[in-house]
Nanobody
């Protein structure tokens, strides 16, 4: 198993930047495909971005393209999400998650960190 703890959320104004971090323990991060998800009030959880084992393969939701950057430092066992040009619609609880290669579901989740963007 792997334990995930997010940090870096907060209250910012539209146009500001935030960097979220997800610290992993229990297993080395290099064993997992990692992702960031978010859930806004009254909405379903949605994918934001994913990154492959060594960071070479990334995926971004349309809402994140051009503004967010996902990265990982396997040596530090940490996943990051750099968020620039934040918008009020980015307000949500952000979760990091991990899955084994070949698995269809993300089995390991953090507790989430709140991001609130004011207009």
């Amino acid at each position: 198993q792997v334990q995930l703890v997010e940090s870096g959320g907060g209250l910012v104004q539209a146009g500001d930047s935030l960097r979220l971090s997800c610290a992993a323990s229990g297993r080395t991060l290099g064993r997992f495909v990692m992702g960031w998800f978010r859930q806004a009030p009254g909405k379903e959880r949605e994918i934001v971005a994913t990154v492959g084992f060594i960071g070479g393969t990334t995926y971004y939701a349309d809402s994140a393209k051009g503004r967010f950057t996902i990265s990982r430092d396997n040596a530090k066992n940490t996943l990051y999400l750099q968020m620039n040009s934040l918008k009020p619609e980015d307000t949500a609880v952000y979760y990091c998650a991990a899955r084994y290669a070949g698995a269809s579901n993300y089995d390991f989740w953090g507790q989430g960190t709140q991001v609130t963007v004011s207009s």
